[in-house]
C-alpha cells in the first residue's frame, strides 16, 4: 500500500464538537487532532469520542466543546519510529490513531483489515 501524505486536520479546544464533526465530514477523515495556543498537541478528537462520548450520552455537539471530550496527551510515536514498534503499541493498547507530536504526522491503523500511514510530506 502506498503512503497517502495529508496534512492533518487540526482544532483549538474551544471549537464546539459540533464543528469539528463537520470539519471531519467535510474531509472524510474520522478525527481531528486539537492544539495549544503554541501550536502544541493536547488531545485528540475522534470519530469513535463522538459516538461513544456525545451522541451515545445524548449530548448535543452543539453544546459541548473539545476540550470536554478530547482524549488529552495522546501517546506520540516518534516520525522516526519504527512503523512496526507504533503498530505494535497500537495494538496492544487499542488505539486506531497515533500521531507524532510534530503533528507532521498521523498513523491510522483498522486493527484486523488493513492500516495506512497519512502524514505530511
Not at 459516538?51 to 471530550?69: E, N, P, T, W, Y
Not at 495522546?74 to 500521531?99: D, K, N, W, Y
Amino acid at each position: 500500500m502506498a503512503l497517502r501524505p495529508s496534512q492533518p486536520l487540526t482544532v483549538v479546544p474551544h471549537t464546539t464538537v459540533a464543528e469539528a464533526s463537520q470539519i471531519m465530514a467535510a474531509k472524510r477523515e474520522d478525527c481531528v487532532l486539537v492544539i495549544d495556543e503554541e501550536q502544541r498537541l493536547s488531545g485528540i478528537f475522534t470519530a469513535k469520542d463522538l459516538a461513544f462520548r456525545v451522541v451515545g450520552q445524548g449530548i448535543d455537539a452543539r453544546d459541548i466543546l473539545i476540550r470536554d471530550i478530547m482524549t488529552e496527551n495522546p501517546i506520540c510515536a516518534r516520525q522516526s519510529s519504527p512503523a512496526t514498534e507504533a503498530l505494535e503499541i497500537m495494538v496492544r493498547r487499542g488505539f486506531r490513531h497515533m500521531v507524532d507530536p510534530s503533528l507532521s504526522l498521523l498513523i491510522l491503523a483498522c486493527v484486523g483489515r488493513r492500516w495506512q500511514y497519512s502524514g505530511d510530506s
